[in-house]
């Protein structure tokens, strides 16, 4: 599969008042063209600041501590602000949790659709405007009275359609969706992410799922990464890693998600690490059952475990070198 | 026994206009529901935003008055309870709110926030009451050590723990759980209801607990109610509604939930549109828009009641023929 995305040995901290938060601590991911990859973990675990750093929108008080991104081959490290917003209008889109936040409260939505359009197709506003009107018909919204609509008219259901809308106005050949769902009610859920698989499809986009719905992931994603505490501490094929979980996180997380019978509630003890306070060694290694001596001194690099399975852990170091 | 018990209880909300603030139109947001709780139980409530879960919580516990029906509790009708008889229910019926952050007063600690039910209904001395709390914390799994704290110092998962801790700090035999660990990230939310499980056994707790989240109300209640637009369209035990949903609803809400296990192929319903607002004129069943088994003519004009479809197993649908409760999964004793 040709590379779309490369992400190398990627830090990125925030310097809050209280200090500095290590919110990625050398992650290193690969998109592939027109691939869904998945990117899975808890609050605070660095998934959507991974999906920030790509497209080069890290907010104050954040900043790229270190690594290099690439896409298509292009290395972004260098980039200028007015480069990086011309490669965003070319190459990238983004989806937001909340659609309520994300539109234009003031605008209607066939407005903001044309002025997206405009500005990154260089085309005049009667073209755009009717070039709204389809891709709202595209996202499955046939009655183009709604493009005369304000935001607010519209149900979350229907937002997240045209913030969908609204990432298709430029051909993009990633697209970022940071928790598209998650507002959102189940039967809607699966709306949405049946829309979102088809226009990737059809569009020829790689998207990168960031979710804590780790059944959206199964359904909907060919590989998936596991972060925790700004950290890759898995990733594979989706089937690999949720039918044969390596790391003692991914195992402790999916027994989690799984709940089962009352009888067999599982937890993982203990709560995320402070990410100001690094600790050394392996993130998970004071909630893990099987943390080992060199667990607080080492911490462990990514790892084959098997094909197309990779893990941080040190139970598989030296096992089998990558 | 049953411990609680709604009858045809009914909540519109009058949506008012004009000059004189008149109602002119209502939401209806529980529309006729009537269900028991047995003692000891866990009846869990599932359906989507605004199908007015959380509003039947809010009725019983008495924090918005009913606007037709009635509620049982412990045999007593105390759908018109004020002054006295009130606040004596009050400490026999507790709630855990969704929202840990917005529950708890930013302005008291943890131990005055605990001491709080002591001191209004079981008037101890100070010592007593600072000796009972140490004793939920620890039940909640934190310490005594906590207690001194604000609750900006705790992570969301540990102020749940905080609210479960008031909740239960008068063994009261009713609760009412709204959504407890929606805020929460999953291995928190395993935590706590691990934890729930836990104080339920101990206190023989009768519980109503609501939540959209279809695997916990499958992990934590013995009986479940499915709720659509204001109405309950299926109730039944856990074994039976999710070894053998019914209503085109229930089937369509669970096969929405995209399983964990990869190699696991659901039958996928998907259900056109959005569920309706509660304002207005509705159809005589409230699915009938969305539905694919609706029938013009019959299902537009007559509306479909609860009905026993075998072995106890009630549907709300004219489309569910009588006996195919029987095709359950017995319930593991």
Redesign the interface.
């Known amino acids: 599969m040709e590379k779309l995305v490369e992400v190398e040995d990627l830090s990125v901290s925030y310097y809050s008042y209280r200090g500095v938060v290590h919110a990625l601590n050398g992650v290193s991911l690969e998109v592939g063209q027109q691939e869904t990859i998945g990117l899975v973990g808890e609050t605070g675990s660095g998934k959507s600041t991974i999906g920030l750093a790509i497209v080069g929108l890290i907010p104050n008080p954040g900043r790229v501590d270190g690594g290099k991104i690439s896409i298509d081959g292009e290395d972004l490290s260098g980039k200028s602000k007015d480069q990086m917003r011309e490669f965003r209008r070319t190459k990238l889109a983004l989806i937001f949790q909340d659609p309520s936040t994300a539109l234009n409260p003031v605008l209607r939505i066939g407005d903001q659709l044309a002025e997206a359009f405009a500005a990154k197709r260089g085309i005049s506003r009667k073209e755009a405007k009717k070039m709204a009107v389809d891709i709202l018909a595209e996202v499955g919204i046939s009655n183009p009275k709604v493009a005369n609509q304000y935001p607010h008219e519209l149900s979350g259901g229907m937002k997240q359609r045209v913030m969908i809308g609204m990432a298709l106005t430029g051909n993009p050949e990633l697209l970022i969706a940071d928790e598209p769902t998650s507002s959102l009610d189940v039967t809607l859920q699966a709306q949405i992410m049946e829309l979102l698989a088809d226009v990737s499809k059809k569009k020829q986009m790689a998207v990168l799922l960031i979710t804590h719905n780790i059944g959206v992931v199964s359904r909907y994603c060919e590989r998936v990464a596991v972060m925790y505490a700004g950290n890759i501490v898995e990733t594979g094929t989706t089937r690999n890693v949720l039918k044969f979980p390596a790391h003692p996180y991914t195992q402790g997380l999916l027994s989690a998600v799984k709940l089962g019978t009352r009888k067999q509630l599982t937890s993982i003890p203990g709560t995320v690490p402070d990410l100001i306070n690094l600790i050394p060694g392996c993130p998970f290694a004071p909630r893990c059952s099987r943390v080992m001596d060199v667990c607080s001194k080492v911490k462990p690099r990514l790892t084959k475990v098997k094909d197309d399975q990779y893990a941080a852990c040190h139970l598989y170091e030296g096992a089998m070198p990558a | 026994m049953s411990l609680l018990k709604t009858e045809d209880l009914q909540m519109y909300f009058p949506i008012r206009g004009g000059v004189l603030r008149r109602a002119k139109t209502y939401v209806r947001a529980v529309d006729g529901v009537s269900f028991t709780i047995e003692k000891g139980e866990t009846f869990g409530l599932v359906g989507?935003?605004g199908s007015g879960k959380t509003t039947i919580g809010r009725m019983i516990l008495k924090i918005i008055q009913p606007t037709g029906g009635k509620i049982y509790f412990d045999g007593v009708d105390i759908t018109k309870a004020k002054g006295k008889q009130l606040k004596q229910l009050r400490a026999r019926m507790q709630m855990v709110f969704q929202n840990p952050y917005s529950s708890l007063n930013p302005r008291k600690t943890v131990m005055q926030i605990l001491k709080d039910p002591f001191r209004i209904h079981r008037h101890l001395s100070n010592r007593e009451a600072e000796h009972r709390v140490i004793t939920l914390l620890e039940m909640v799994g934190l310490s005594a050590e906590h207690a001194q704290r604000y609750p900006y110092e705790f992570?969301g998962?540990q102020r749940q723990r905080i609210a479960i801790a008031r909740a239960i700090a008068l063994s009261p035999e009713f609760v009412f759980f709204d959504e407890p660990t929606s805020s929460l990230?999953?291995?928190?939310?395993?935590?706590i209801?691990?934890n729930l499980?836990q104080l339920q056994e101990t206190f023989g707790l009768t519980c109503l607990f609501v939540t959209?989240n279809?695997?916990?109300i499958?992990?934590?209640a013995d009986r479940v109610g499915v709720m659509y637009l204001g109405k309950l369209v299926e109730t039944g035990t856990n074994e039976a509604i999710f070894s053998n949903p019914l209503h085109p609803y229930t089937k369509?809400?669970f096969s929405?939930?995209?399983?964990?296990?990869?190699?696991v192929k659901k039958e996928?319903i998907?259900?056109p549109g959005?569920?309706t607002s509660a304002v207005g004129k509705l159809p005589a069943c409230r699915f009938f828009n969305r539905c694919p088994l609706a029938k013009e003519g019959l299902c537009d004009v007559v509306e479909p009641q609860l009905r026993d479809v075998g072995k106890g197993h009630m549907v709300a649908c004219h489309m569910v023929p009588d006996g195919a409760g029987l095709a359950d999964v017995p319930r593991a004793s």
Do not use: W
């Open positions: 989507e935003s992570s998962g990230d999953v291995s928190v939310q395993a935590q209801l691990k499980v959209h279809i695997e916990v499958q992990c934590v369509a809400l929405a939930v995209p399983d964990v296990d990869p190699d996928r998907m259900l959005e569920i």
